[in-house]
């Protein structure tokens, strides 16, 4: 089977002289399934951006097809090329069984358009709750909405983060969907612990940044530590908050870091902190929870650091203060903590737990090519 992933930004997880560019969740899950299914043997292709690279070159196994620079084009007419010429141009070269794409947005439609063309398979994964839901869909352009739904009721099978996503999407599209859980690199090093706080987010408006300041000033003796690069469009909020970030004496601003420079961060905190409005299953939960870093958070997905016990989960962002200061001020309480969070990426997501959902889907719907009925099982959440 000829499995090919459409991610426009994961070069900067895959590729090593890309490492430096903004990488965002979905580019690192993408790249972490990528190479698990190459490393077992499959014969796997990744769509990607334009970046100067040659086009085919292979990284661990993978090949990559370029589509065109992001930069590229008149605007309006570049909807058209070389957007939409330079996808089909990259699927066409990749001449993929099944096509794998993450993240609302107007590739959803493009790839199922092609795929329904040209008799391939399209499985399409949610990459954040607002995903799910149309009344809270982060696309920007009337245009892109009605193709990522279009992609939605065209795709062969679509996954989604946890069992609440599945009823979101249920009630807000009337899909049908399957809960496939999330890779997660073990680390390199032993934690050190040495830093109190983390926070790690693109910085977007969503994110909501000015908490981690409002944060700082509360909790003065705490070392926190911020990583983020500017969305585009965000470019002004990013300066603001660097500019305050400096003014605070206890918080650290990075910027945006690589994802391998991220990593060793999170080694280095006790805490997390996740301050958000809208998520999905961020990838920064696992890479603390896999380390033995506790997270102290608004969103919980499925109820999962409630239930196992993983963190604080906060009612409001007032409450973020108690519930870091409550962890740090308690080592027995981090330290049981800390604990149950090694115990449970240990129980719960290795290769062999996540894998199988995504292999027997991608088996699913190369049958039902052939057979022309598709047959998914019911949507559960994988860790309850």
Avoid at 211 to 219: E, G, T
Avoid at 343 to 366: C, H, K, N, Q, S
Wanted: with cysteine.
């Amino acid at each position: 089977m000829k499995i090919c992933f459409v991610g426009l930004h994961n070069l900067s997880v895959l590729a090593p002289e890309f490492k430096d560019r903004m990488v965002g969740g979905e580019p690192v899950q993408q790249t972490l399934l990528a190479r698990a299914l190459a490393r077992r043997g499959h014969d796997v292709s990744m769509i990607v951006a334009d970046l100067g690279q040659a086009d085919g070159m292979q990284y661990g196994g993978i090949r990559t097809f370029k589509a065109y620079r992001l930069d590229a084009g008149v605007p309006v007419l570049r909807f058209v090329h070389p957007r939409w010429t330079g996808l089909w141009s990259a699927l066409m070269r990749a001449d993929a069984d099944v096509y794998y794409t993450s993240c609302a947005g107007m590739e959803a439609g493009l790839l199922a358009l092609y795929c329904r063309h040209f008799g391939k398979r399209f499985v399409f994964r949610s990459a954040s709750d607002s995903d799910c839901d149309k009344s809270r869909l982060l696309v920007r352009y009337a245009r892109d909405r009605w193709l990522y739904a279009y992609g939605l009721r065209r795709a062969d099978a679509i996954l989604v983060q946890s069992a609440s996503q599945a009823q979101t999407l249920l009630r807000s599209y009337g899909l049908a969907s399957r809960v496939a859980g999330m890779l997660v690199e073990p680390p390199l090093s032993a934690p050190t612990h040495d830093l109190d706080v983390l926070w790690v987010a693109n910085i977007g408006r969503v994110k909501r940044p000015d908490r981690v300041l409002w944060l700082a000033a509360r909790l003065p003796r705490a070392a926190i530590h911020m990583v983020g690069g500017a969305l585009p469009g965000e470019e002004a909020l990013f300066a603001g908050v660097r500019d305050a970030a400096a003014a605070c004496a206890n918080l650290t601003f990075h910027g945006p870091l690589s994802y391998l420079d991220a990593t060793d961060l999170y080694g280095r905190a006790k805490v997390l902190v996740n301050t958000s409005d809208v998520e999905g299953f961020p990838n920064s939960y696992l890479q603390a929870w896999i380390r033995g870093v506790p997270v102290v958070t608004l969103i919980d997905p499925d109820r999962v650091i409630e239930r196992e016990g993983l963190g604080v989960v906060v009612r409001s962002p007032a409450e973020l203060v108690g519930a870091v200061a409550s962890l740090l001020g308690s080592p027995q309480a981090w330290q049981a903590a800390s604990d149950r969070c090694r115990g449970f990426m240990a129980r719960e997501f290795g290769d062999d737990r996540i894998l199988p959902a995504y292999l027997d889907t991608f088996a699913r719907v190369m049958d039902a090519g052939r057979r022309g009925l598709v047959a998914m099982p019911s949507s559960e959440a994988p860790h309850g």
